[in-house]
């Protein structure tokens, strides 16, 4: 990606991307940063060689793809402030904030900016992670592949073609990270309670998930084959197996993903 890029907002999740898009070879001039802290803007020009700027509009008439990268509750603000540059600029807008809809943001900038609404997760920061894309229909295929490259360092990306789709994907993949760390805490509680030094469950627990994810997503099998591969009838993983199901865990996960995705439109109908 060559284009020029501003950021509005110059937190992690947005200090992930830069690096990201600095390791793949943007030049650090081409993207510009908006953050009222001088602290961060600071520290994002001397560690990217970024453009930092102190105003939203400074930064956003510099270049023709924004992503907004800032709190929900600021949300309103800031589009209030780049409206009259949206119409100057025609912009692709990428933004990542939770719970503000498509429609919002192209309410407020108006017809010439072309919307995509993200929901990236915490491992992007490692680039371990995956963000859902959900684009407007005046999105063409060219800004699908911009968007997409913008996220490429932080993970994996999939399109989401209905944006009621949106608060699934945050109850599942936005969320889900701390499902997994619950159920890591959980593993090595448990195999403290068997006896094992806490460091020493810890590493196995931690290794373990590391293992399983990488033989999913590398094998490309079914989840559901690779379990039943791992389990021997009347052995131990059956054994283990049999109390997660009897203890209703299944049912347990649906009702928390659920949860997760209710509570995801109750924040969109208070934001967006």
Request: charged share 15%; glycine share 12%; with cysteine.
């Amino acid at each position: 990606m060559s284009r020029p890029i501003a950021f509005i907002g110059g937190g992690n999740m947005a200090r992930s991307l830069i690096g990201g898009l600095i390791r793949q070879g943007h030049a650090g001039h081409q993207i510009h940063v908006s953050e009222p802290n001088a602290d961060l803007r600071e520290t994002l020009a001397r560690d990217f060689g970024v453009v930092a700027h102190a105003l939203n509009d400074a930064a956003a008439r510099l270049a023709d793809i924004w992503v907004l990268a800032v709190k929900p509750q600021v949300m309103a603000t800031v589009l209030a402030e780049l409206a009259p540059v949206a119409v100057d600029q025609a912009p692709l807008v990428v933004s990542i904030a939770a719970g503000v809809t498509h429609g919002r943001i192209a309410d407020v900038l108006g017809p010439g900016a072309r919307v995509v609404r993200t929901m990236p997760n915490t491992p992007a920061m490692i680039g371990a992670g995956i963000t859902g894309l959900y684009a407007g229909a005046d999105v063409g295929a060219a800004e699908r592949v911009a968007v997409e490259a913008l996220f490429a360092s932080a993970g994996a990306t999939v399109w989401i073609a209905d944006e009621m789709q949106m608060d699934a994907v945050t109850a599942v993949s936005g969320s889900g990270p701390a499902y997994f760390f619950l159920l890591i805490e959980a593993l090595v509680a448990a195999g403290a309670r068997q006896g094992l030094p806490t460091d020493t469950a810890a590493r196995l627990a931690l290794h373990t998930a590391l293992g399983a994810a990488r033989m999913v997503i590398e094998s490309g099998e079914e989840v559901a084959l690779l379990r039943q591969r791992v389990t021997s009838p009347g052995g131990t993983t059956a054994a283990a197996l049999d109390v997660f199901v009897q203890g209703g865990f299944p049912e347990l996960v649906d009702q928390a993903v659920a949860a997760a995705t209710r509570r995801g439109r109750e924040l969109t109908q208070c934001v967006g």
